[in-house]
């Protein structure tokens, strides 16, 4: 059995979904194929967490917070002024779903809830006409007028345009397993490998430091790779470090041949007002940090790891403890993966140069962002981009 559309989006996560509206917004037959028997299955796990959509901070900062490599200059901050955080909060409240903007910056709805949102959205798409063929894993598409597509379940379909949103390689239950690598080897699209973003790193902990600190959060650090910097928390685990600080660093980590942290974890004072609060100690100088830098159990728990002979000595590990770090935990711990379709595959509306007619929207493409409302707002303007490309090239004849 085969089905015809204009424009076939492939994958049902929020990139997909959001083509799928902005193209049939616009008047486009669409049908939207999924691997899973539902879709939106990773925007429900990412509402576990309260479903941060967006970040509130002011949009010269906010577009910094993307990065890949050989990514085209300005390219964030035209993709955010086509559908930036104002817009995703107005598109929200047009579902009857209200947002809030929390002390962090970072934007959730009222309910902190995904199921709710998703389940309205999917009736406004069906409202617009958009067929679901969920159970259809992509396995090929072959070059033709129309486009030919192929399915795991045996089914064919074709389409005049083709939108390809099928996320990275986190989270692979949801379907986001980074299969479609392989299709585009035959296609003849290079690809960056997908690697793990936004995740942990692994060390070797001393028993003494899991039974002090594990589980535990590091408050208020600044923690630098490299030349970056990340300010925030970090969690000591049985295999290493989990938190917002050290998924910020994750680019530059990666680069590193040694990957290794720096931890200051009193970054409002100096070395000199450190050791300053100590003039008086002369001996047990941990102990005595703990009341007089309101030093942290967690803290002292990475710091015990060595012995401290005065106050400087102490004082130089507390602005800068370097934790050398193994590796990222697997990609499919990780919230996010960084890698995928290399930019200079696609032309400045998000078409493959080599495959006219077929955009991409969402991780496939290399890029990477942090946690924090980031990565939704990623997909979403990368989606509204290409949806629009999609119109316009099939209204201008297509191929």
């Not at 300005?74 to 993709?79: A, M, P, R």
């Not at 699209?189 to 600190?213: F, Q, S, T, Y």
């Not at 990666?254 to 300053?276: C, G, N, W, Y």
């Amino acid at each position: 059995m085969s089905t015809y559309s204009q424009l076939a989006v492939i994958g049902g996560g929020p990139a997909g979904l959001r083509a799928a509206e902005v193209a049939a917004s616009a008047g486009l037959q669409v049908t939207l194929y999924d691997g899973k028997p539902s879709v939106g299955r990773k925007f429900l796990v990412a509402g576990k967490g309260g479903l941060n959509l967006t970040h509130g901070e002011p949009l010269d900062r906010f577009i910094t917070r993307y990065s890949g490599p050989r990514q085209p200059a300005e390219i964030w901050g035209k993709l955010i002024a086509g559908f930036d955080p104002a817009a995703l909060r107005e598109w929200a409240a047009g579902l009857g779903v209200e947002t809030f903007q929390a002390t962090s910056g970072r934007v959730y709805p009222k309910a902190l809830k995904a199921a709710p949102l998703l389940r309205r959205w999917i009736e406004r798409l069906r409202g617009l006409g958009v067929r679901f063929e969920t159970n259809h894993r992509l396995t090929s598409i072959d070059p033709g007028n129309p486009y030919q597509l192929g399915f795991s379940s045996g089914t064919t379909a074709a389409a005049d345009s083709i939108i390809l949103a099928l996320g990275g390689g986190s989270w692979a239950k949801t379907g986001s397993d980074g299969a479609w690598t392989s299709i585009f080897n035959n296609l003849g699209i290079a690809c960056n490998p997908l690697a793990p973003a936004n995740c942990g790193w692994e060390h070797a902990w001393p028993p003494r430091v899991l039974a002090a600190a594990e589980g535990k959060p590091l408050k208020n650090l600044h923690v630098r790779a490299a030349d970056q910097l990340a300010i925030g928390e970090l969690m000591i685990t049985r295999y290493g470090l989990e938190g917002g600080a050290i998924y910020q660093l994750g680019a530059a980590l990666r680069a590193m041949p040694e990957p290794a942290i720096a931890i200051d974890f009193k970054p409002t004072f100096s070395h000199a007002q450190l050791v300053a609060k100590m003039q008086s100690v002369r001996r047990d100088f941990l102990t005595e940090a703990r009341t007089r830098w309101k030093l942290s159990n967690p803290s002292r728990a990475i710091l015990a790891r060595k012995i401290y002979r005065d106050a400087d000595s102490l004082a130089r590990e507390a602005k800068h403890c370097v934790i050398p770090l193994i590796r990222p935990r697997p990609i499919d711990e990780a919230i996010s993966s960084a890698g995928g379709v290399c930019w200079n595959e696609l032309d400045d509306t998000f078409m493959l140069k080599k495959r006219p007619g077929i955009f991409v929207a969402g991780e496939m493409i290399d890029w990477e962002a942090p946690t924090g409302g980031y990565l939704m707002q990623g997909c979403f303007a990368t989606a509204t981009r290409a949806a629009k490309s999609a119109v316009e090239w099939l209204r201008k004849g297509g191929l």
